[in-house]
Protein backbone atom coordinates (compact mmCIF):
# COMPACT_ATOMS: atom_id res chain seq x y z
CA UNK A 1 0.00 0.00 0.00
CA UNK A 2 3.07 2.33 0.60
CA UNK A 3 4.24 2.02 -2.76
CA UNK A 4 0.66 3.04 -4.25
CA UNK A 5 0.84 6.23 -1.78
CA UNK A 6 4.42 7.17 -3.19
CA UNK A 7 2.75 6.50 -6.79
CA UNK A 8 -0.09 9.05 -6.21
CA UNK A 9 2.57 11.25 -4.46
CA UNK A 10 4.89 11.44 -7.28
CA UNK A 11 1.86 11.49 -9.97
CA UNK A 12 0.76 15.05 -8.20
CA UNK A 13 4.64 16.13 -7.87
CA UNK A 14 5.15 15.35 -11.48
CA UNK A 15 1.77 17.40 -12.30
CA UNK A 16 3.02 20.17 -10.72
CA UNK A 17 6.51 20.16 -11.88
CA UNK A 18 5.01 19.91 -15.25
CA UNK A 19 2.66 22.58 -15.21
CA UNK A 20 5.35 25.04 -14.10
CA UNK A 21 8.09 23.99 -16.65
CA UNK A 22 5.75 23.99 -19.66
CA UNK A 23 4.62 27.86 -19.45
CA UNK A 24 9.12 28.52 -18.38
CA UNK A 25 8.22 31.65 -20.05
CA UNK A 26 5.68 33.09 -17.46
CA UNK A 27 7.13 31.33 -14.22
CA UNK A 28 10.85 30.99 -14.98
CA UNK A 29 11.98 33.97 -16.86
CA UNK A 30 10.10 36.67 -15.29
CA UNK A 31 11.96 36.45 -11.39
CA UNK A 32 15.16 36.48 -13.67
CA UNK A 33 14.38 40.00 -15.29
CA UNK A 34 12.96 41.38 -12.14
CA UNK A 35 15.86 40.29 -10.30
CA UNK A 36 18.28 41.66 -12.76
CA UNK A 37 16.45 44.88 -12.14
CA UNK A 38 17.28 44.92 -8.68
CA UNK A 39 20.43 43.84 -8.77
CA UNK A 40 21.15 46.74 -11.29
CA UNK A 41 18.95 49.65 -9.46
CA UNK A 42 19.80 48.49 -6.12
CA UNK A 43 23.28 46.55 -5.80
CA UNK A 44 24.86 48.72 -8.93
CA UNK A 45 23.32 52.17 -8.62
CA UNK A 46 22.26 52.79 -5.21
CA UNK A 47 24.78 50.03 -3.49
CA UNK A 48 27.54 52.17 -4.95
CA UNK A 49 26.80 55.38 -2.95
CA UNK A 50 25.84 53.75 0.46
CA UNK A 51 29.13 51.47 0.31
CA UNK A 52 29.44 48.65 2.68
CA UNK A 53 26.96 46.96 4.98
CA UNK A 54 27.82 44.97 7.72
CA UNK A 55 31.25 44.68 6.55
CA UNK A 56 30.75 43.50 2.71
CA UNK A 57 29.69 45.74 -0.77
CA UNK A 58 26.23 46.45 -0.68
CA UNK A 59 25.08 44.34 -3.53
CA UNK A 60 26.98 41.13 -1.45
CA UNK A 61 24.75 41.94 1.41
CA UNK A 62 21.45 42.30 -0.55
CA UNK A 63 21.90 39.37 -2.89
CA UNK A 64 20.83 36.68 -0.30
CA UNK A 65 17.59 38.56 0.44
CA UNK A 66 16.68 39.11 -3.11
CA UNK A 67 17.60 35.01 -3.92
CA UNK A 68 14.82 34.46 -0.80
CA UNK A 69 12.63 37.06 -2.13
CA UNK A 70 12.38 35.08 -5.57
CA UNK A 71 11.88 31.65 -3.78
CA UNK A 72 9.01 33.04 -0.72
CA UNK A 73 6.99 34.31 -3.97
CA UNK A 74 7.42 31.52 -5.88
CA UNK A 75 6.35 28.91 -3.54
CA UNK A 76 3.79 31.00 -2.43
CA UNK A 77 2.20 31.32 -5.79
CA UNK A 78 2.67 28.26 -7.42
CA UNK A 79 0.53 26.38 -5.04
CA UNK A 80 -1.86 28.67 -4.56
CA UNK A 81 -2.89 29.10 -8.14
CA UNK A 82 -2.75 25.42 -8.53
CA UNK A 83 -4.60 24.26 -6.17
CA UNK A 84 -7.19 26.88 -6.71
CA UNK A 85 -7.59 26.03 -10.12
CA UNK A 86 -7.82 22.31 -9.44
CA UNK A 87 -11.23 23.44 -6.99
CA UNK A 88 -12.26 25.85 -9.62
CA UNK A 89 -12.33 23.33 -12.31
CA UNK A 90 -13.83 20.64 -9.81
CA UNK A 91 -10.82 18.14 -10.38
CA UNK A 92 -9.61 18.35 -6.44
CA UNK A 93 -13.23 16.39 -5.68
CA UNK A 94 -11.48 13.19 -7.53
CA UNK A 95 -8.30 13.25 -5.83
CA UNK A 96 -9.93 13.83 -2.47
CA UNK A 97 -12.18 10.35 -3.53
CA UNK A 98 -9.37 8.78 -3.96
CA UNK A 99 -7.84 6.07 -1.63
CA UNK A 100 -4.96 7.78 -0.98
CA UNK A 101 -4.18 9.73 2.70
CA UNK A 102 -4.62 13.63 2.88
CA UNK A 103 -1.08 13.92 3.60
CA UNK A 104 0.12 12.43 0.14
CA UNK A 105 -1.86 15.10 -1.61
CA UNK A 106 -0.34 17.97 0.82
CA UNK A 107 3.04 16.71 0.02
CA UNK A 108 2.54 16.53 -3.70
CA UNK A 109 1.21 20.02 -4.08
CA UNK A 110 3.89 21.02 -1.62
CA UNK A 111 6.82 19.41 -3.67
CA UNK A 112 5.36 21.28 -6.06
CA UNK A 113 6.09 24.42 -4.80
CA UNK A 114 9.31 23.56 -3.34
CA UNK A 115 10.52 22.31 -6.87
CA UNK A 116 9.55 25.99 -8.38
CA UNK A 117 11.41 27.55 -5.32
CA UNK A 118 14.69 25.60 -5.11
CA UNK A 119 14.74 26.18 -9.24
CA UNK A 120 13.77 30.22 -9.50
CA UNK A 121 16.26 30.27 -6.55
CA UNK A 122 18.96 28.51 -8.71
CA UNK A 123 18.44 30.74 -11.09
CA UNK A 124 18.15 34.13 -9.47
CA UNK A 125 21.50 32.97 -7.89
CA UNK A 126 23.09 32.65 -11.13
CA UNK A 127 21.86 36.02 -12.70
CA UNK A 128 23.37 37.10 -9.06
CA UNK A 129 26.98 35.96 -10.18
CA UNK A 130 26.88 38.06 -13.02
CA UNK A 131 26.70 41.03 -10.83
CA UNK A 132 28.64 39.67 -7.22
CA UNK A 133 31.43 37.21 -6.39
CA UNK A 134 28.99 34.53 -4.43
CA UNK A 135 30.47 32.59 -1.65
CA UNK A 136 29.10 30.25 0.38
CA UNK A 137 30.43 30.30 4.30
CA UNK A 138 27.64 27.23 5.42
CA UNK A 139 26.32 25.38 2.61
CA UNK A 140 24.35 23.05 4.65
CA UNK A 141 22.68 25.95 6.36
CA UNK A 142 22.10 27.55 2.70
CA UNK A 143 19.93 23.99 1.89
CA UNK A 144 18.31 23.83 4.96
CA UNK A 145 17.15 26.95 5.05
CA UNK A 146 15.56 27.62 1.11
CA UNK A 147 14.23 24.23 1.48
CA UNK A 148 12.46 25.69 4.73
CA UNK A 149 10.98 28.24 3.74
CA UNK A 150 9.93 26.67 0.12
CA UNK A 151 8.01 24.07 2.19
CA UNK A 152 6.56 27.05 5.03
CA UNK A 153 5.06 29.06 2.31
CA UNK A 154 3.97 26.26 -0.03
CA UNK A 155 1.99 25.48 3.04
CA UNK A 156 0.63 28.93 3.14
CA UNK A 157 -0.16 29.04 -0.70
CA UNK A 158 -2.19 26.13 -0.24
CA UNK A 159 -4.24 27.33 2.81
CA UNK A 160 -4.47 30.84 1.06
CA UNK A 161 -6.17 28.29 -1.79
CA UNK A 162 -8.26 26.05 0.35
CA UNK A 163 -10.07 29.54 1.63
CA UNK A 164 -10.53 31.61 -1.67
CA UNK A 165 -13.40 31.70 -3.42
CA UNK A 166 -12.20 33.31 -6.51
CA UNK A 167 -8.91 34.06 -8.27
CA UNK A 168 -9.01 37.94 -6.59
CA UNK A 169 -8.74 36.21 -3.26
CA UNK A 170 -5.24 34.35 -4.00
CA UNK A 171 -3.80 37.71 -4.62
CA UNK A 172 -5.04 39.40 -1.40
CA UNK A 173 -2.26 37.77 0.49
CA UNK A 174 0.72 38.26 -1.45
CA UNK A 175 0.11 41.68 -1.80
CA UNK A 176 -1.29 42.96 1.32
CA UNK A 177 0.92 40.72 3.61
CA UNK A 178 3.16 38.71 2.16
CA UNK A 179 4.58 41.78 0.07
CA UNK A 180 5.08 44.01 2.96
CA UNK A 181 6.73 40.90 5.21
CA UNK A 182 8.91 40.79 2.34
CA UNK A 183 10.32 43.70 1.81
CA UNK A 184 10.51 44.70 5.84
CA UNK A 185 11.96 41.74 6.13
CA UNK A 186 15.72 42.83 5.91
CA UNK A 187 16.35 42.28 2.41
CA UNK A 188 17.97 45.92 1.64
CA UNK A 189 19.00 47.01 5.04
CA UNK A 190 20.64 45.52 8.59
CA UNK A 191 18.25 45.44 11.45
CA UNK A 192 20.94 46.94 13.34
CA UNK A 193 20.43 50.50 11.70
CA UNK A 194 16.78 50.42 13.19
CA UNK A 195 15.94 51.93 16.64
CA UNK A 196 15.58 49.52 19.40
CA UNK A 197 11.97 49.31 18.92
CA UNK A 198 11.86 48.44 15.57
CA UNK A 199 14.50 46.09 16.03
CA UNK A 200 11.94 44.64 18.70
CA UNK A 201 8.77 45.10 16.12
CA UNK A 202 10.88 43.17 13.60
CA UNK A 203 11.24 40.46 15.62
CA UNK A 204 7.51 39.50 14.76
CA UNK A 205 8.26 39.10 11.31
CA UNK A 206 8.82 35.20 9.95
CA UNK A 207 10.49 36.71 7.00
CA UNK A 208 13.53 38.37 8.97
CA UNK A 209 14.07 35.02 10.38
CA UNK A 210 15.08 33.48 7.32
CA UNK A 211 16.53 36.23 5.48
CA UNK A 212 19.10 36.17 8.07
CA UNK A 213 19.80 32.93 8.74
CA UNK A 214 20.50 32.02 4.58
CA UNK A 215 22.29 35.58 4.75
CA UNK A 216 24.29 33.88 7.58
CA UNK A 217 25.08 31.13 5.16
CA UNK A 218 26.31 32.86 2.16
CA UNK A 219 28.07 35.77 4.36
CA UNK A 220 28.66 34.30 7.95
CA UNK A 221 26.96 36.83 9.63
CA UNK A 222 23.41 37.27 11.58
CA UNK A 223 21.62 40.12 13.07
CA UNK A 224 19.30 37.43 14.51
CA UNK A 225 20.49 33.98 16.10
CA UNK A 226 20.80 31.29 14.05
CA UNK A 227 19.61 28.62 16.16
CA UNK A 228 16.55 30.58 16.96
CA UNK A 229 15.77 31.10 13.13
CA UNK A 230 15.55 27.68 12.22
CA UNK A 231 13.74 26.84 15.16
CA UNK A 232 11.12 29.29 14.08
CA UNK A 233 11.22 28.18 10.08
CA UNK A 234 10.79 24.60 11.65
CA UNK A 235 7.59 25.79 14.18
CA UNK A 236 5.81 27.59 11.67
CA UNK A 237 6.43 24.38 9.05
CA UNK A 238 4.96 21.87 11.38
CA UNK A 239 2.16 24.72 12.37
CA UNK A 240 0.69 25.26 8.74
CA UNK A 241 1.01 21.63 7.78
CA UNK A 242 -1.26 20.75 10.88
CA UNK A 243 -3.57 23.49 9.71
CA UNK A 244 -3.16 22.45 6.06
CA UNK A 245 -4.35 18.63 7.03
CA UNK A 246 -7.01 19.57 9.37
CA UNK A 247 -8.62 22.11 6.69
CA UNK A 248 -8.73 19.23 4.00
CA UNK A 249 -9.21 16.02 6.38
CA UNK A 250 -12.80 18.00 7.23
CA UNK A 251 -13.53 19.32 3.60
CA UNK A 252 -12.86 23.12 4.67
CA UNK A 253 -13.41 25.16 1.72
CA UNK A 254 -13.60 22.25 -0.95
CA UNK A 255 -17.06 21.02 -0.60
CA UNK A 256 -19.48 23.40 -1.95
Given at each position: ?84 S ?9 I ?28 V ?28 FS?G ?35 S ?21 F ?8 D????L??A ?25
Amino acid sequence: MNRLYFVAFKSILTKEINRFTRIWVQTLVPPAITMTLYFLIFGNLVGSRIGEMGGVSYMEFIAPGLIMMSVITNSYSNVASSFYSAKFQRNIEEIMVAPVPHYVLIAGYVGGGVARGLCVGLIVTVVAMLFVNITLHHVGLVILTVFLTSVLFSLGGLINAVFAKSFDDISIIPTFILTPLTYLGGVFYSLSLLPEFWQGVSGLNPVVYMINVFRYGFLGFADISVPLSIAIMVGFCVGLWTLAYYLISRGIGLRS
